[in-house]
């Protein structure tokens, strides 16, 4: 059966973390991509947005992921950090549409829940249950990166690990993932009013 590929994106403006993972219907993860795109501050705003949005878009054509998965912008005190990341978000947004990609947003807590089996998980426990994950000889660095990642497989075993219809390998789902794909269709389905 063909793993879920998932592009997983902690946005910022300054660090954009990006991390590609498959993840096979046993829940095992596969690491495909990890980076981040980085921006000088001392660059006008228009520029950063546009070098990740370039940056966004060209992973998004290398590695063909079936689903972006988001973090969540959340309220913060620090207004220039929340519009940043809003700024990111959009960009991420844009590209993902553009191609006709699903984008999923995930809250930090519901990431950290799904890695580490606690929503109060600090940055450092996130990033050693990633690199367990993966199996990868190092931590993931800087900490947007293992966000990244993180965002990556909370969606991917929240989701069942199933590949869109019309993917490779989607015809050979179990039957647990047929009925599941069949609800979710349903559920999304118009509703009438009568």
Avoid: Y
């Avoid at 959340?74 to 990341?85: E, K, L």
């Avoid at 993902?96 to 995930?106: F, I, K, M, Q």
């Avoid at 809250?107 to 990033?127: F, I, L």
């Amino acid at each position: 059966m063909a793993a879920l590929r998932v592009l997983g994106v902690d946005p910022g403006l300054t660090r954009c973390g990006v991390g590609v993972v498959d993840i096979a219907a046993d829940r095992g993860a596969t690491l495909v991509h990890v980076s981040v795109i980085r921006t000088d501050p001392a660059t006008p705003l228009e520029q950063r947005v546009l070098a990740i949005a370039e940056g966004v878009a060209a992973l998004l054509d290398e590695h063909a992921p079936h689903v972006v998965a988001l973090e969540r912008v959340f309220a913060q005190n620090n207004v220039r950090t929340v519009m940043g990341t809003a700024q990111a978000s959009g960009v991420v947004l844009s590209a993902a549409a553009a191609r006709g990609l699903a984008v999923a947003l995930h809250t930090p807590s519901e990431v950290k829940a799904a890695v580490t089996g606690h929503g109060g998980a600090d940055k450092k426990q996130v990033t050693a249950m990633v690199q367990r994950i993966l199996r990868l000889d190092a931590p993931p660095t800087p900490a947007d990166a293992a966000d990244a990642l993180a965002l990556a497989i909370c969606h991917g075993w929240r989701r069942g690990a199933v590949a869109p219809a019309g993917a490779e390998g989607s015809d050979r789902l179990t039957p647990a993932q047929r009925a599941w794909r069949a609800a979710e269709k349903s559920a999304a389905a118009p509703r009438v009013e009568r």
